[in-house]
Nanobody
Framework: QVQLVESGGGLVQAGGSLKLSCAAS????????MGWFRQSPGKERQFVAAVTWSGSTTNYADSVKGRFFIDRDNAKNMVTLQMNVLKPDDTAVYYC??????????????????WGQGTRVTVSS
Protein backbone atom coordinates (compact mmCIF):
# COMPACT_ATOMS: atom_id res chain seq x y z
CA GLN A 1 0.00 0.00 0.00
CA VAL A 2 1.10 3.57 -0.66
CA GLN A 3 0.16 6.77 1.18
CA LEU A 4 0.52 10.00 -0.76
CA VAL A 5 0.78 13.58 0.48
CA GLU A 6 0.86 16.54 -1.90
CA SER A 7 2.36 19.94 -1.21
CA GLY A 8 3.43 23.08 -3.03
CA GLY A 9 0.11 24.53 -4.11
CA GLY A 10 -0.74 28.18 -3.73
CA LEU A 11 -1.68 31.42 -5.44
CA VAL A 12 0.34 32.56 -8.46
CA GLN A 13 -0.13 35.11 -11.20
CA ALA A 14 -0.68 34.05 -14.78
CA GLY A 15 2.65 33.36 -16.46
CA GLY A 16 4.25 32.26 -13.22
CA SER A 17 5.50 28.87 -12.05
CA LEU A 18 4.84 26.44 -9.23
CA LYS A 19 6.34 23.11 -8.31
CA LEU A 20 4.13 20.50 -6.71
CA SER A 21 5.55 17.65 -4.70
CA CYS A 22 4.06 14.31 -3.73
CA ALA A 23 5.70 12.42 -0.89
CA ALA A 24 4.97 8.71 -0.79
CA SER A 25 5.32 6.26 2.04
CA UNK A 26 5.84 2.55 1.56
CA UNK A 27 8.64 0.52 0.05
CA UNK A 28 6.47 -0.35 -2.96
CA UNK A 29 6.54 3.22 -4.25
CA UNK A 30 9.28 2.52 -6.77
CA UNK A 31 7.15 -0.19 -8.38
CA UNK A 32 4.21 2.14 -9.10
CA UNK A 33 3.53 4.39 -12.01
CA MET A 34 2.61 7.86 -10.77
CA GLY A 35 0.20 10.41 -12.10
CA TRP A 36 -1.06 13.91 -11.49
CA PHE A 37 -4.69 14.83 -11.97
CA ARG A 38 -6.65 17.99 -11.30
CA GLN A 39 -10.23 18.90 -10.55
CA SER A 40 -12.03 22.21 -10.76
CA PRO A 41 -15.40 22.91 -9.09
CA GLY A 42 -18.24 21.28 -11.01
CA LYS A 43 -15.90 19.39 -13.32
CA GLU A 44 -14.67 15.82 -13.49
CA ARG A 45 -11.17 14.91 -12.39
CA GLN A 46 -8.83 15.47 -15.33
CA PHE A 47 -5.54 13.83 -16.26
CA VAL A 48 -2.46 16.05 -16.22
CA ALA A 49 0.67 13.90 -16.41
CA ALA A 50 2.03 10.44 -15.65
CA VAL A 51 5.39 8.71 -15.35
CA THR A 52 6.37 5.03 -15.30
CA TRP A 53 8.03 3.37 -12.31
CA SER A 54 11.49 3.93 -13.80
CA GLY A 55 10.87 7.48 -14.94
CA SER A 56 11.76 6.53 -18.50
CA THR A 57 8.35 7.23 -20.03
CA THR A 58 6.00 10.15 -19.47
CA ASN A 59 2.60 11.19 -20.75
CA TYR A 60 0.98 14.63 -20.70
CA ALA A 61 -2.42 16.07 -21.38
CA ASP A 62 -2.41 18.21 -24.51
CA SER A 63 -3.38 21.24 -22.45
CA VAL A 64 -0.14 21.14 -20.44
CA LYS A 65 2.40 19.80 -22.94
CA GLY A 66 5.50 21.93 -23.05
CA ARG A 67 4.53 23.77 -19.85
CA PHE A 68 4.34 21.05 -17.18
CA PHE A 69 6.99 18.45 -16.40
CA ILE A 70 6.64 15.35 -14.22
CA ASP A 71 9.61 13.74 -12.54
CA ARG A 72 10.28 11.21 -9.81
CA ASP A 73 13.03 10.33 -7.39
CA ASN A 74 12.63 6.74 -6.21
CA ALA A 75 15.40 7.11 -3.67
CA LYS A 76 13.41 9.87 -1.97
CA ASN A 77 9.95 8.40 -2.60
CA MET A 78 8.98 11.62 -4.32
CA VAL A 79 7.24 12.70 -7.50
CA THR A 80 7.07 16.30 -8.64
CA LEU A 81 5.16 18.39 -11.14
CA GLN A 82 6.90 21.50 -12.40
CA MET A 83 4.29 23.90 -13.77
CA ASN A 84 5.41 26.80 -15.93
CA VAL A 85 3.60 29.55 -17.83
CA LEU A 86 0.55 29.00 -15.67
CA LYS A 87 -2.84 30.10 -16.94
CA PRO A 88 -6.09 30.85 -15.07
CA ASP A 89 -7.50 27.64 -16.63
CA ASP A 90 -4.90 25.69 -14.63
CA THR A 91 -6.69 26.65 -11.41
CA ALA A 92 -7.76 23.44 -9.67
CA VAL A 93 -7.06 21.05 -6.86
CA TYR A 94 -4.16 18.86 -7.95
CA TYR A 95 -3.98 15.21 -6.92
CA CYS A 96 -1.13 12.75 -6.93
CA UNK A 97 -2.03 9.13 -7.69
CA UNK A 98 -0.33 5.73 -7.84
CA UNK A 99 -0.94 2.95 -10.36
CA UNK A 100 0.20 -0.58 -9.53
CA UNK A 101 0.80 -1.19 -13.23
CA UNK A 102 4.24 0.32 -13.04
CA UNK A 103 4.95 0.47 -16.76
CA UNK A 104 1.73 2.35 -17.52
CA UNK A 105 1.25 6.07 -18.14
CA UNK A 106 -2.52 5.86 -18.08
CA UNK A 107 -4.70 8.93 -18.35
CA UNK A 108 -7.70 7.17 -16.76
CA UNK A 109 -8.72 7.96 -13.20
CA UNK A 110 -9.96 4.40 -12.70
CA UNK A 111 -6.49 2.92 -13.32
CA UNK A 112 -5.04 4.56 -10.20
CA UNK A 113 -5.50 2.75 -6.91
CA UNK A 114 -4.12 5.27 -4.43
CA TRP A 115 -4.71 9.01 -4.14
CA GLY A 116 -3.48 11.91 -2.07
CA GLN A 117 -5.70 14.51 -0.47
CA GLY A 118 -4.90 17.19 -3.03
CA THR A 119 -3.25 20.60 -3.05
CA ARG A 120 -4.96 23.73 -4.37
CA VAL A 121 -3.49 25.82 -7.16
CA THR A 122 -5.00 29.19 -7.98
CA VAL A 123 -3.79 31.19 -10.97
CA SER A 124 -4.90 34.81 -11.07
CA SER A 125 -5.23 36.76 -14.31
Amino acid sequence: QVQLVESGGGLVQAGGSLKLSCAASGRAFRMYAMGWFRQSPGKERQFVAAVTWSGSTTNYADSVKGRFFIDRDNAKNMVTLQMNVLKPDDTAVYYCAADRTGFSVSDHVADYEYWGQGTRVTVSS
